[in-house]
């Protein structure tokens, strides 16, 4: 092929529409964040910030039960991706998993030191819901499909962000829960063109929960400093550390969002007894995530000390190590156990998983209790640490003890 045909063949690369897909995904949920940052009070950006975190927790675990346990059950038992997924139990684990962040996104709110208004609550089960069938339009490589409900998510946005240069009210809760609602109906109707059809799995209900499982600790590992502060904290606080997770660090983790699913698909489509192959590919992604991390909080520190984005944003300077450090921390176990899991028995990364976050969540615990913001500062960077060196002890010792053709795959 010549090279002006590869430029040509370029927006068909099934990378290419995948990270328009995931761009036009998160930049949606970045510019709504920002516009809310600017039209909301810190307290009712506060209460958003909590919403947001459990719909971000829930989706995530919708995730990992209703299709990566699916993926991952389904190639120990030899069967192709596209013989795993099922529509209909996407739709009951959205379902269920709406309902459950909208509660307990209700009840956190609650429990606050300051009131605010449970209005913003039901985002919090927009956000599962239209996660689920975007999430498998990109498992099934169908990524043409996806950018249709990706597209009205990120258009109703640009309305939210052009309102707000133009001065006007902004009713950014509404324009957000309108565009979830859009991007939900237009993934559920491709899903329904070209319906996915199950096979029977062996082992899917232990392989989806314990995935589940470790979806949650992790999640919960990455949300809990939020969630902790907005009860214990000044409203300031919650708003710092929100928006360096989703502005600051956004494009790197916008990155490692879109390309997870067709690394997930790589490594099954490596099949069994490919041990030293999914390590290379780990190592490559590890590398490229870690650099990502790095230049985006130089830059996130370059405007905070410019002062150009305004008094909110100034919020973020206390939390920029700490969170770029937890996210390496979770890139680089998340990825290790991956690698793990496919050799190993379910039971193996969950365990190690289930340890790890244990010791993350009463670590946050107790030092942001005990201490406040400084404690949570010191509890994320001290468990990135942690975390690294879980990831690599876990990698070396099942390389070292389990060659790839002696390895469990039942």
Known sequence: MTALARIRALPQHPVVLRLIDQGSWSAAFFLFTITASASLGTRSFAALTVVTAIGVIAAACARSFAMDGRIVAGSRAGLPVDQVMSGRAVALTSVTFALIATAASAIWIASGLTPASLAPTVLAGLIVLADGPHYLLTLQRRFRAAIVGALPYAAFAIVAVVLLLLGTDVPVLVLWMTGLTVACGASWLAVLRA?????????????????????LYSALGSQLGILIIYLVAVPSATTGIRLAYSVVFAPVFSLIQALTPLLLVHMSDLGQNAGTARSRAATRWVAAGLAGVVVSGLIGWAVAASGVAGANYSHTAAFLVPVGAALAGNLVLDTALL?????????????????????????????????????LVIALVGMAVLKAIAAAVAVRLWNRSTPDAERIHA
Do not use: K, N
């Open 339 to 375: 690698v793990v899991r496919f050799g190993a028995r379910p039971s193996v990364p969950h365990r190690i998983r289930l340890i790890v976050v244990s010791i993350d969540l009463a670590t946050q615990l107790a030092l942001t209790l005990t201490l406040g913001l400084d404690g």
């Open 195 to 215: 319906r996915p059809h199950s096979s029977p799995i062996p082992g899917l209900l232990g392989t989806a929960s314990r995935i589940s499982a470790e979806a």
